[in-house]
């Protein structure tokens, strides 16, 4: 299994620059990855997702979102091991070139590392924030990893879809095999969830809740490289990495119980939100150090 740390929260108190400085502690003690999500914007009187509107959302509106893709480029300069994932990466709210052409660029800066997770998100007042529209954001999804693909693949690139469509532009640096950087989906598994890791991801992030049972992702990893063996494509590549849970138990309890489990089902990475584990800023680099001594027997 690989293991990564999931920068952010209120702790940093907007203090940027911390991240990269974590990143550089989590490389320095062996962790695998670096992860970082985004909101571009919070709004609304309540931003809460579908799935919080009983319980507790686990984000402020006031908290430090850094943009990802800038974020771990500074980090990728710090850096020279460890994994940049977008866990996850709000893909539609950008233009698909644009998104082409960044991602790209980090991946050469990075010599490689970049993962980019992505998904559609749930925060209407987000996508209105930004000019995009909210109602078929699935299908810009798909137009959107299409528009990356064919830029990334050929140059000049051509391309035509419902939302984007352009005709022989050459778009440089791009990487050397359209298959370099890693897509990874989120989301249930739907059938529109596995059409697109059957088609062109190389991973999958589930949606995990404080008290969503693990056993049963078994049975859908199998159905997942299923399709993806059906679909020509080899299944053996398919990463499925989820955020774990301390929820209430020491972090020793918490690798004790469920990092074998994860292994047993398939699940091929987890990260840790540095949230949870520590609760100062300048406790982080300890934690970080005890996290990965703890992991150690389980790679």
């Known amino acids: 299994m690989r ?5 952010g929260g209120h ?37 809460r997702p579908p799935w919080a509107r009983a319980g507790r959302f686990v984000h402020r509106k006031d908290e430090p979102f850094p943009e990802p893709l800038t974020t771990l480029a500074v980090i990728a300069g710090a850096t020279s091991r460890i994994r940049l994932v977008t866990a996850i990466l709000i893909a539609p709210l950008r233009p698909p070139v644009l998104l082409a052409k960044t991602a790209a660029t980090l991946h050469a800066l ?8 992505v998904s559609t998100s749930w925060h209407e007042e987000e996508y209105t924030a930004l000019g995009v529209p909210f109602e078929g954001r699935g299908q810009r999804l798909d137009d959107l990893i299409g528009a990356c693909r064919a830029v990334w693949s050929s140059a000049p690139a051509s391309f035509h879809s419902s939302s984007v469509s352009f005709e022989d532009i050459y ?11 890693p ?11 596995v059409r697109r890791v059957a088609r062109h991801g190389h991973g999958w992030l589930p949606f995990i ?9 078994g049975a859908e990893i199998a159905e997942l490289r299923e399709a993806i063996r ?6 053996a590549r398919l990463e499925v990495a989820v955020r774990f849970r301390t929820m209430g138990r020491s972090l ?9 489990l994860m292994r047993h089902v398939g699940i091929t990475q987890t990260h840790v939100p540095l949230l949870s584990l520590a609760p100062s800023l300048d406790e982080a680099p300890a934690l970080l150090e005890r996290l990965a001594r703890l992991l150690e027997p389980y790679r």
């Not at 293991?3 to 920068?7: S, T």
């Not at 059906?230 to 299944?235: K, L, T």
Request: glycine share 12%.
């Open 209 to 217: 809740g404080l008290d969503t049972p693990l056993a049963p992702f």
């Open 252 to 260: 020793e309890e918490a690798i004790a119980e469920d990092v074998p």
């Open 110 to 117: 990075s010599n490689g590392r970049l993962v980019l997770g």
């Open 3 to 7: 293991f990564g740390v999931y920068l």
């Open 230 to 235: 059906a679909a020509g494509r080899d299944p």
């Open 183 to 193: 897509l990874w989906f989120t989301g249930k598994m739907r059938k529109q969830l």
């Open 171 to 181: 778009c440089e640096p791009r990487p050397s095999d359209v298959e370099d950087i």
């Open 11 to 47: 702790i940093f108190g907007g203090r940027v620059r911390d991240f990269v400085a974590l990143a550089r502690v989590a490389e320095d003690v062996g962790l695998d990855d670096v992860c970082l999500g985004e909101h571009v914007v919070l709004g609304g009187d309540d931003p």
